[in-house]
């Protein structure tokens, strides 16, 4: 059985990626993307992880990072223009073998569509000052190795992730530490003890956290509307 992993790391998603995932494997999406049934042992599988923007400033270091993994057994690149970066990757002496794709017609029609949907569900970060992508790169790559390391059956795999939350009566999401699984998210181990300031500077927080999560909340709600509406007027 294969295991895929499928990242878009296109503008959309530099902000929030590290974040989102928890939340994409807590709401079955991989169930979706990969057709398994949660009773099934995901542990002996082999992994393919599929990198969507792998050609832009964060995806090629990410890629070289995952080319370098030994848990790792296939790396799909894609993105808008083919370049050689797989064939170059593939000469790193790892047992991952690396494929690079290019266009909209090499999406598989179930892959397009969950990309549809997160990109739906995560607004657009503004930007202010241009970086290398290295630190988005490592730090995406980090928690993809950690999610296969779940998913291959390690045990205490900890990542923290933004997921629904019950940690606060106010706040339905927050970034708290998660274990990871076989499932994705399998344990949400909420706060560390805070002190006394920390504990002031989280109550204080707690009204704006609750503002964006509303503001985000209808962010999803107008966009997915508009897009509906879109589709039926194309039909």
Same mark, same amino acid.
């Given at each position: 059985m294969w295991i895929k992993m499928i990242f878009?790391?296109?503008?959309? *998603?530099?902000?929030? $990626?590290?974040? %989102?995932? +928890? @939340?994409? *494997?807590?709401n079955g999406l991989l169930d979706k993307i990969i057709g398994c049934k949660r009773n099934y042992s995901l542990s002996s599988g082999n992994v393919k992880v599929t990198v969507v923007g792998a050609?832009?400033?964060?995806?090629?270091? $990410?890629?070289?990072? =995952?080319?370098?993994? =030994?848990?790792?057994?296939?790396?799909?690149?894609?993105?808008?223009?083919?370049? +050689?970066?797989?064939?170059?990757?593939?000469?790193?002496?790892?047992?991952?073998?690396?494929?690079? %794709?290019? +266009?909209?017609? @090499? /999406?598989?029609?179930? /892959?397009?569509?969950?990309?549809?949907?997160?990109?739906?569900?995560?607004?657009?970060?503004?930007?202010?000052?241009?970086?290398s992508g290295f630190l988005a790169a490592f730090a995406t790559a980090r928690f993809i190795l950690s999610l296969v390391k779940g998913i291959r059956g390690h045990k205490n795999v900890v990542e923290c992730a933004y997921v629904p939350s019950k940690v606060h009566p106010e706040l339905k999401y927050l970034s708290t530490p998660v274990? /990871?699984?076989?499932?994705?998210?399998?344990? @949400?181990?909420?706060?560390?003890?805070?002190?006394? %300031?920390?504990?002031?500077? *989280?109550?204080?927080?707690?009204t704006c956290l609750a503002a964006d999560i509303t503001k985000g909340e209808k962010y999803i709600g107008t966009h997915a509307e508009s897009s509906r509406h879109a589709k039926q007027q194309e039909v």
């Open positions: 878009n790391i296109t503008p959309v *998603f530099q902000k929030h $990626l590290n974040e %989102y995932v +928890g @939340n994409f *494997f807590e050609a832009g400033k964060i995806g090629k270091p $990410l890629c070289l990072m =995952l080319k370098q993994s =030994l848990m790792i057994d296939e790396l799909s690149m894609h993105d808008v223009k083919t370049t +050689g970066d797989a064939l170059e990757l593939n000469n790193i002496d790892t047992s991952c073998k690396v494929t690079a %794709y290019s +266009g909209k017609s @090499n /999406l598989p029609p179930a /892959l397009k569509e969950e990309i549809e949907k997160i990109t739906a569900s995560i607004r657009n970060p503004q930007q202010k000052n241009e970086t274990q /990871l699984g076989i499932h994705g998210v399998s344990k @949400n181990l909420g706060l560390q003890e805070l002190t006394d %300031y920390e504990q002031c500077m *989280f109550d204080n927080l707690v």
